[in-house]
Each structure stands twice: as structure tokens, then as C-alpha cells.
């Protein structure tokens, strides 16, 4: 009932997330900061979290204090590394890319986006987590018109829906494949590679027919994949075959319900694109009706140069003007320009994908060099790495030692499996019982350790040691264990000690493992006949 309620209060971040986006707004902000506090409250961490990229979401499409929503972007990377979750930083640090985005900071897009990337590529990470960053990243990319790669992250997030417990985001990523692809097909008409063009077209009618098959799409993106499915049928057959006569009536009512919708995306497009296809039917009057339309600012990045390039070949179709040729030359020699500075960006954006993948490849291997590969907890080698390390300031610190009564009994009795789990479930307990900046150790056998620094004072280190101690020995002792096996029962014998470590107190660090395992032994003492 626990797992199934966690697993409720993620899905309902993630569904407001997207109410967040819709015209029906009003109660979002609330939910979200009561979902927030509720996960909290339950311990959900990641829950919360969501929850808190859901009000980051409605901020980054309605709050007008954009230093505001950097802040909140920021706030939410810091979080998801307090989690130690891979999947859950991708995710912060997909949704600060596009804060970078919206600034014009592309190299901090690529920093962010990249690493993003390679973060959530494992197969083992929650699939809810890792198509959500695939879609925050695809849409920081397109902001720099990196159509490739958008598609490319489109199609991973689409895959990773598919195994989602529910796919909360497929709708948004139909959608977006359609409006990418639009405008990619845009872009190849204003460089002048018709060929290339209709090839985008024709992937953009496949988009339109997935998004068409998708389930609970919002009222104004079903209205847009109308209106692309109609647009694409018009402008393939205009550019393709020129004798093939088209009505606008299906066009223009397209236009007027997106207009009434408010689509700031591809109701832009429709008007660009329809213009370019009665050009090619010779219907310039039309078309320049349809242009002198497709100057409403456009939210779609990729549009904006395409419809001034769409207005200028509309006035200058039927013009024998000695200057037409060379203006349309340095037309094209500029946009041959932006479509090589995009294509160099491109290159680096993937470059830098390549060489996060290397570096996080190469943490997680550093990592489990220093993990225990039974409990997933740090092991002797980076407590003994701890032990001749020289810090660089002085730092009260403490060590609790752990040691499991009895244990051969549990192996003998129950069973060596059984004592693993037991050793497994005893690492979780010490992981649950420690801050972001502490850390539980396995020493070997049945001996684990908890390391405890901060401050100067080592009194309070100490006293917050002991309580940390009494709190780890209560939970074990009162887990579930017959549950494990019938009749199974663990507990364990506790030694804490503390002092300053520092650059100057060279054995510090090795006096403190001393004094916490005499502590130990002391406890034992006192509970068992030696």
C-alpha cells in the first residue's frame, strides 16, 4: 500500500506538470505545493521533488520575474545532487538548460543538456524520470534549432514511454515531433534543398498520424495535429506536384481555430508553409495574403527567419527588378551561413554529450571501486582512504562502529542468503539514518560504520553521534525480521567516539577508529559474558 500510494503521489506530479501547461491553470499551483509538502511529510523525497519541478514548470510559463525561475531552476539541480539521484539531477539539469535557453547562454545549454543526457541513459533508472529529461533536453536543443538531435531525444522519450507505468508524456512528445519537423522543413525551404524539405515533410505526416493515435491529448495540440495533417497533405502535393488543385477552405478554418486557441506555434507555421505552397501552384495573390499573416510572432524559434524569407519571395515573385538577383544571392550566401554556425553547434552539442558520457562512465566506475557490491554502501578501501587522507581545515568528527551480534548464528541458522539480506537490509537502515554529507560504511563481515563531520564543536558532533546511534540500534532491532525468516532476530552493539580531524592532527583520524572500537567493545562487554 506504501509503494503503490509513493508511485501515486510521482504520477500526480507528473500530470500536473502537464496541467500546468494547459489553459486551465488555476488550481496547479496549489496542488502542486500541497503534493510537495504531503511527499515530504511521507518521506517521498523524489515525490517532492516532482512536485517542485511541476511548480518550476507553471513558473517558467507564466511567472513574468524571469530571474525568479533561474533561481527556481538552480534550486532544483541543488536538490536532485542532495538526492544522489542520476536520473532526478538529468532531470534538473535538462530544465536548467532551458532557463539557459530562454537567456541566449548556449554554452551553458549544452553544459547542462549534455550532461543531462548522459546521465539518464542507464536501462535501470525509473523510465518516468529518464523520458521526462529526454524531453526537457530535446526542448532546450530546439531552441538552438538543433533539429537532429531534438528528433533523436523525441524518439528515445517515445521508446521509454512504452515501458512507463503510465505514459504521462507521450502526448507532449507526439506533438512536439510534428512541430519539429515542421520547422525543420522550413529551414530546408529557406536554404533552398526542396528534396530534403519533402523528406521532413513526409516524417512530419508520420508524427502527425502517432500523435493522431495518441491518448488524452490536450484540446489545443489535437486542434494543432488537425491542422499539420491537413498542411502537410496541401503543401507535399503543392511543392511535389504543381498541377494538383487546393482548396483553403479546410486551410483557413484551421487557421481561424488556431487562431481562437491561441497557438503560438503551428498556427505560425501553417500560415509560412500554406504561402510557400500557393506560390508553388502560382497563386501569388494568395499567397501573399497568407504571408502578411505569418508575420504574428512565432514561439517556434525555428520559424521566425522563414517567414520573413516567405514575405520577401512573395514580393518579389513576377518582379523584374536588375537588383532582385543579387539581393535573393546575398540571401542565400547569409542563410547558407546560419545553416553552417547551426550544423558547427550541432557538432558540439553531440561532442559534448560524447565526453559527459565518458566522465559519467568514469564516476560510476570510481565510484564502485569504493562500494561495497553487496549493500551498495562505501567500503574498507574508502574508509581507509578516509584514514590517511589530510584535510584541509579542522573538523569535529565523528565515528560510529557497528557490529552485528551473533551473526555467524544467522548465517549457521537461517542460512548465508538469508545473512546477506540481512546485511543489505542493515545497510539501507544506516543509509536512511544519515545527512547528505555523512557516510555509512561496510568495514568488512558484520561491521559497518558511520562517519559524522561538520563544526568545531565535538561535544555536539558527539552528542549528535549518540542520538544518531541509539536511533540506528532502535531501527534495527525493530525491522521486520521474521518476515526475512521465522524466527530470525538482529541486533547490534554500538561504539562512538569524536574528535578533530585536520591538517595538523596527522593521527586524528586513526585515533578515532581506536576509541570508537574500544567503545564497542565496551558495549559488548556490558551486554554479554566475554
Known amino acids: 500500500m506504501h509503494a503503490d500510494a509513493h508511485l501515486s503521489a510521482r504520477l500526480r506530479a507528473y500530470h500536473l506538470m502537464e496541467d500546468a501547461q494547459a489553459d486551465d491553470h488555476d488550481h496547479v499551483l496549489g496542488d502542486l505545493l500541497a503534493l510537495e509538502a504531503d511527499s515530504l511529510a511521507r518521506g517521498w523525497a523524489d515525490a517532492a521533488f516532482l512536485a517542485a519541478c511541476g511548480r518550476f514548470i507553471h513558473a517558467l510559463v507564466r511567472e513574468p520575474d524571469r530571474a525568479a525561475v533561474?533561481?527556481?531552476?538552480?534550486?532544483?539541480?541543488?536538490?536532485?545532487?542532495?538526492?544522489?539521484?542520476?536520473?532526478?539531477?538529468?532531470?534538473?539539469?535538462?530544465?536548467?538548460?532551458?532557463?539557459?535557453?530562454?537567456?541566449?547562454?548556449?554554452?551553458?545549454?549544452?553544459?547542462?543538456?549534455?550532461?543531462?543526457?548522459?546521465?539518464?541513459?542507464?536501462?535501470?533508472?525509473?523510465?518516468?524520470?529518464?523520458?521526462?529529461?529526454?524531453?526537457?533536453?530535446?526542448?532546450?536543443?530546439?531552441?538552438?534549432?538543433?533539429w537532429e538531435l531534438t528528433d533523436e531525444l523525441y524518439g528515445r522519450a517515445s521508446a521509454v514511454a512504452a515501458l512507463c507505468v503510465e505514459a504521462v508524456q507521450e502526448p507532449a512528445i507526439a506533438v512536439s515531433r510534428v512541430i519539429v519537423r515542421l520547422e525543420w522543413a522550413a529551414a530546408l525551404l529557406e536554404l533552398g534543398e526542396g528534396a530534403e524539405a519533402l523528406t521532413q515533410l513526409r516524417r512530419a505526416a508520420e508524427?502527425?498520424?502517432?500523435?493522431?493515435?495518441?491518448?488524452?491529448?490536450?484540446?489545443?495540440?489535437?486542434?494543432?495535429?488537425?491542422a499539420a495533417r491537413d498542411l502537410l497533405d496541401f503543401v507535399r502535393h503543392a511543392l511535389a506536384s504543381p498541377e494538383v488543385h487546393a482548396s483553403l477552405e479546410t486551410l483557413e478554418r484551421h487557421r481561424t481555430a488556431l487562431e481562437e486557441a491561441g497557438s503560438v506555434e503551428v498556427g505560425p507555421l501553417l500560415s509560412g508553409l500554406t504561402a510557400v505552397g500557393l506560390l508553388r501552384l502560382g497563386r501569388r495573390d494568395d499567397a501573399a495574403t497568407w504571408a502578411a499573416d505569418a508575420e504574428k510572432l512565432s514561439a517556434s524559434s525555428g520559424s521566425h527567419s522563414f517567414h520573413a524569407w516567405v514575405r520577401a519571395e512573395v514580393a518579389a515573385t513576377g518582379l523584374d527588378d536588375?537588383?532582385?538577383?543579387?539581393?535573393?544571392?546575398?540571401?542565400?550566401?547569409?542563410?547558407?551561413?546560419?545553416?553552417?554556425?547551426?550544423?558547427?553547434?550541432?557538432?558540439?552539442?553531440?561532442?559534448?554529450?560524447?565526453?559527459?558520457?565518458?566522465?559519467?562512465?568514469?564516476?560510476?566506475?570510481?565510484?564502485?571501486?569504493?562500494?561495497?557490491?553487496?549493500?551498495?554502501?562505501?567500503?574498507?578501501?574508502?574508509?581507509?582512504?578516509?584514514?590517511?587522507?589530510?584535510?584541509?581545515?579542522?573538523?569535529?568528527t565523528a565515528l560510529i562502529v557497528i557490529d552485528i551480534d551473533y551473526f555467524k548464528l544467522v548465517n549457521d541458522v537461517h542460512g548465508h542468503a538469508v545473512g546477506d539480506e540481512a546485511l543489505r537490509r542493515i545497510a539501507q537502515i544506516l543509509t536512511d539514518h544519515v545527512r547528505v554529507d555523512d557516510l555509512a560504511l561496510r568495514l568488512g563481515g558484520d561491521e559497518f560504520a558511520v562517519l559524522i563531520a561538520g563544526g568545531d564543536d565535538v561535544v555536539a558532533i558527539h552528542t549528535t553521534a549518540l542520538q544518531r546511534a541509539d536511533a540506528?540500534?532502535?531501527?534495527?532491532?525493530?525491522?521486520?525480521?521474521?518476515?526475512?525468516?521465522?524466527?530470525?532476530?538482529?541486533?547490534?552493539?554500538?561504539?562512538?567516539?569524536?574528535?578533530?580531524?585536520?591538517?595538523?592532527?596527522s593521527d586524528a583520524a586513526d585515533r578515532l577508529y581506536r576509541a570508537a572500537d574500544a567503545d564497542l567493545y565496551d558495549a559488548k562487554s556490558s551486554r554479554f559474558t566475554v
Open 207 to 226: 508524427a502527425v498520424a502517432s500523435a493522431g493515435s495518441a491518448d488524452n491529448v490536450p484540446p489545443l495540440w489535437a486542434a494543432e495535429t488537425a
Open 70 to 146: 533561474v533561481c527556481l531552476a538552480s534550486d532544483l539541480v541543488h536538490r536532485a545532487r542532495a538526492q544522489q539521484d542520476r536520473a532526478l539531477i538529468g532531470v534538473a539539469l535538462a530544465l536548467r538548460a532551458v532557463t539557459s535557453a530562454e537567456t541566449g547562454d548556449h554554452a551553458a545549454v549544452l553544459a547542462d543538456a549534455g550532461r543531462a543526457v548522459a546521465l539518464v541513459e542507464p536501462d535501470d533508472l525509473d523510465p518516468m524520470d529518464r523520458c521526462f529529461a529526454w524531453v526537457v533536453c530535446a526542448a532546450a536543443y530546439n531552441v538552438l534549432n538543433l
Open 322 to 396: 536588375p537588383a532582385l538577383g543579387p539581393t535573393r544571392e546575398y540571401g542565400r550566401l547569409v542563410c547558407r551561413l546560419r545553416w553552417n554556425a547551426r550544423t558547427g553547434v550541432l557538432a558540439a552539442a553531440r561532442s559534448k554529450i560524447d565526453d559527459e558520457r565518458l566522465s559519467v562512465e568514469h564516476a560510476v566506475l570510481s565510484r564502485d571501486v569504493l562500494l561495497d557490491p553487496l549493500t551498495g554502501v562505501a567500503n574498507r578501501r574508502r574508509f581507509d582512504d578516509w584514514l590517511v587522507a589530510v584535510p584541509s581545515d579542522d573538523l569535529a
Open 472 to 505: 540506528i540500534r532502535t531501527a534495527i532491532a525493530d525491522a521486520d525480521w521474521d518476515q526475512l525468516s521465522p524466527g530470525l532476530v538482529v541486533r547490534v552493539s554500538v561504539g562512538v567516539a569524536a574528535v578533530v580531524v585536520g591538517p595538523m592532527r
